[in-house]
């Protein structure tokens, strides 16, 4: 079978880290067992859908590393909804109800005054074709249920009806139907629900594993009835657990809080950030890969834990830390240029600060330190500041290699007598102005005998 994922957003704002790890779990199945991985834009939520949110969405995507093999967009299928509804309606798998909301409202709030679960029951169903037309002549337009397989002959005692499937994240699952409304699948305005449009799309481009949140596994259980309705075999499912944050609340993307994009701003690693996404609530250590691909290979579904994963912003920061203290010259290059590092000496001098870095964009600062010295000039002692001319006074004549600095500090040692910190704090302070940062022996050939004497207090 070759694999079909789908990573299927609703354009209605900025997807977090929870819809991160949905994205890069198909992506990693793709990347596991081949095939093709869809980005879908469930957008027929036309109120609430925005194309700014799409463009944003295309770019997180592609940030995390993900290249999706198709687009696709609900609202260009429009024409396939309409005729697959066409087929259920013919087949009386749709039934036109016209209550409006407040009477479903009265209708939910009497049942459960009566302790009954507040499943609709089919009223609509009793309705004659000379009420239905009563009720359209008096201006209503009716939405339109999906009725549930729950009953024998008689709609309206539905007996317990298990749909089971094997989730590959989650194990045996099980939803009973008759526990379930029939869904409305066709708003009064002819608009259609997700519910239903999901599942076209889903036969209609061969996907083959819905794997999404824990959220949707009542859904499954609806949409495996629609698919069969449909003619359909339903596909593979795995619902992996959902991220919370460390109070325990869920993600949401109208609070805009751990979106991609705003980790992206604050100058987190993508590598950094799919690992978290992917590897937190599982059984597997939340530890950086050096690609998508490494990331795949330890990394299975069914090593999801079935309760949330609560995430801790700190540990996604730390991680992404050490994702920078890593980074090859070769993948940092255009980044340093663009911060203006000077290409000649690019590549030791990221050598040199990817250690003190957290963020890619912290090398600006060790830049502007070994291009231009330190701003403020450093304040040393009268006595420190006498130390390091000495100190200097030491340095060997040019050209400087590997075993200049421990010749170096060697010769310093003998002349001033100092050690340990009284000896290396001054040096570092005269040439960084700051109390810690790379080690001195890579600043000493990065600044050269001319960016050192520079630096003379
Ligand atoms: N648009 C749905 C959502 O964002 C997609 C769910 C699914 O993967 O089927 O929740």
Redesign the pocket.
């Known amino acids: 079978m070759t694999v079909t994922v789908?990573?299927?957003?609703?354009p209605t704002g900025h997807i977090h880290i929870g819809?991160a790890r949905?994205a890069l779990m198909n992506w990693l199945f793709k990347l596991k067992h081949g095939g093709r991985f869809i980005l879908?834009y469930?957008d027929t939520d036309t109120a609430r859908s925005r194309e700014e949110y799409a463009e944003g969405i295309a770019r997180d995507v592609a940030w995390l590393g993900i290249v999706p093999d198709l687009v696709a967009r609900q609202s260009d299928r429009l024409d396939k909804y309409a005729e697959a509804a066409e087929r259920l309606k013919a087949a009386g798998w749709l039934y036109p109800c016209y209550e409006t909301a407040e009477e479903l409202e009265l209708k939910r709030k009497i049942l459960l005054g009566r302790r009954l679960p507040p499943i609709y029951g089919r009223e609509a169903l009793r309705l004659s074709a000379k009420d239905r037309f009563r009720l359209e002549a008096e201006g209503r337009k009716p939405h339109w249920r999906f009725r549930l397989p729950n009953s024998g002959d008689d709609p309206f005692k539905p007996e317990r009806t298990e749909i089971h499937w094997n989730d590959l994240a989650r194990g045996k699952e099980t939803v009973d139907l008759a526990s379930l409304s029939d869904p409305v699948l066709i708003r009064e305005d002819g608009g259609f629900l997700?519910t239903f449009t999901?599942v076209v799309d889903?036969i209609d481009l061969a996907v083959s594993h819905?794997?999404?949140?824990g959220?949707?596994i009542t859904?499954t259980g609806v949409?495996m009835a629609i698919f069969r309705a449909l003619g359909a075999e339903p596909p593979g499912f795995a619902h992996h657990n959902l991220l919370t944050d460390a109070s325990g609340e869920g993600l949401s993307k109208r609070t805009g809080a751990m979106s991609i994009h705003s980790l992206r701003e604050a100058g987190y690693e993508p590598l950094a950030v799919a690992a978290f996404a992917v590897l937190i609530g599982t059984s597997e250590n939340v530890a950086a890969p050096n690609s998508l691909a490494e990331l795949a290979g330890h990394f299975d579904l069914d090593e999801t834990s079935r309760s949330a994963a609560k995430f801790d912003a700190g540990d996604l920061a730390r991680l992404s830390a050490h994702v920078v203290h890593g980074l090859a010259y070769e993948t940092v290059a255009d980044r340093l240029a663009g911060l203006g590092v000077d290409p000649a000496r690019a590549a030791s001098f990221w050598q040199a600060v990817r250690g003190n870095c957290d963020h890619v964009a912290d090398a600006a600062q060790w830049w502007r330190i070994v291009a231009m010295g330190p701003e403020p000039r450093p304040g040393l002692s009268a006595e420190d500041a006498d130390f390091v001319r000495t100190a200097f006074a030491q340095l060997p004549p040019a050209p400087w290699g590997e075993g200049t600095y421990a010749a170096w500090i060697e010769k310093v040692k003998t002349a001033t007598g100092r050690k340990g910190k009284a000896l290396f704090l001054p040096l570092r302070t005269a040439l960084t102005g700051l109390a810690s940062g790379p080690e001195l022996a890579d600043l000493l050939l990065l600044l050269g005998p001319e960016g050192i004497q520079a630096r003379r207090p």
């Open positions: 789908r990573f299927a957003p609703s819809n949905t879908r469930d997700y999901s889903d819905i794997i999404r949140g959220d949707h859904n949409q």
